[in-house]
């Protein structure tokens, strides 16, 4: 069941918050900044919470408090040692706080293993304890997990918050993670790569692809990504097969698996020339 996130304030301000929560939406860094508030109204020893003068405020805004803790994918996933190292973790006392916090981000990164270990924490909660997963897309968590916990969306932020980054935010779709990726890759670099390809298959001319390499592993997987970006919106207006889409799903989790990046596009557009190409025109 969902809820916004000024009700869930209210329920955490009023010792009615539940245990176990799943954010979703928006960007990375909105969602976390999201938790964070949460452990502030949670640990505050003031009456009007945060106060963020306290001690427990102090520690929780420095990042340095010993009852907050996170899980982030080692390398490509959440493995079931992080999730059975939390556990001994979180039935522990509190050090400090009234309350532990722990946020797994990017949560639609558990192996299955990792998942169903932390099943038993949703189920057979600690006391005092917040359990928060969080990702952009909440269908990337398994339902048995997913349906044990209450669902917060995030939507993303508006395109006048990105000012002078206004080009990557476009470019993203609105998707505040991957405009922070397309800038640190630079945006004239993905821009000129996206081109490319659009071209090679617009004129139908496999050899054109060549001109995207040399291409880092890390460019290749953002490429993609913003090839989805804009081919979805060519589908909308019709001038793209709604194929291409799958196919292009399908590339970017084999890229994620490993899989060359170089290989998967140029298989991508084999399949792209197949479909008809683009109508960019």
Not at 25 to 38: F, H, K, P, Q, T
Not at 153 to 166: G, K, Q, R
Request: hydrophobic fraction near 40%; charge should be positive.
């Amino acid at each position: 069941m969902g809820i916004n996130y000024t009700l869930l304030t209210k329920a955490a301000l009023e010792g009615k918050l539940a245990h176990f929560l799943l954010f979703h939406g928006s960007g990375m860094i909105e969602r976390e900044r999201a938790v964070r508030d949460l452990a502030l109204m949670l640990n505050c020893r003031k009456e009007n919470k945060p106060c963020r003068e306290c001690p427990d405020c102090k520690k929780m805004l420095s990042g340095n408090h010993p009852d907050f803790h996170m899980i982030k994918p080692q390398k490509t996933s959440i493995g079931i040692e992080q999730i059975i190292q939390i556990q001994g973790k979180l039935y522990r006392k509190t050090y400090e706080g009234k309350f532990r916090i722990c946020l797994i981000d990017q949560a639609d990164k558990l192996t299955l293993p990792a998942a169903n270990a932390l099943l038993k924490l949703a189920e057979e909660p600690p006391d005092h304890t917040l359990i928060v997963l969080s990702a952009g897309n909440a269908e990337g968590i398994i339902n048995t997990l997913r349906s044990r916990a209450q669902e917060v969306y995030f939507s993303s932020p508006a395109e006048s918050d990105w000012l002078e980054e206004t080009d990557a935010f476009r470019l993203s779709g609105g998707d505040p993670d991957l405009a922070r990726k397309i800038q640190e890759v630079g945006l004239s670099r993905i821009k000129s790569l996206s081109g490319n390809y659009l071209e090679a298959i617009d004129k139908k001319d496999f050899l054109k692809m060549f001109a995207l390499f040399p291409m880092e592993r890390e460019e290749g997987q953002l490429l993609l990504q913003v090839l989805a970006v804009v081919l979805k919106e060519m589908v909308i207006k019709g001038q793209q097969s709604p194929q291409v889409l799958k196919e292009i799903t399908q590339m970017t989790e084999a890229v994620r698996r490993q899989v060359n990046h170089r290989l998967a596009l140029e298989v991508l557009a084999l399949k792209h020339l197949k479909l008809g190409g683009t109508d960019i025109g």
